[in-house]
């Protein structure tokens, strides 16, 4: 694999990521659980 190629992946995994945690805070906070909202409020 190239530079390039690992970079993009690394991108698209980051992003993944980031929208995992963001889906995962949300159902959290809707869902009532206190241990987690608290990180949002």
Not at 7 to 31: E, N, R
Request: aromatic share 10%; glycine share 8%.
């Amino acid at each position: 694999m190239s530079k390039k190629s690992q970079k993009i992946w690394l991108g698209i995994g980051a992003a993944l990521l980031i929208i995992l945690l963001i889906v995962w805070l949300t159902v959290a906070f809707l869902a009532g659980d206190t241990d987690v909202a608290a990180f949002i409020v």
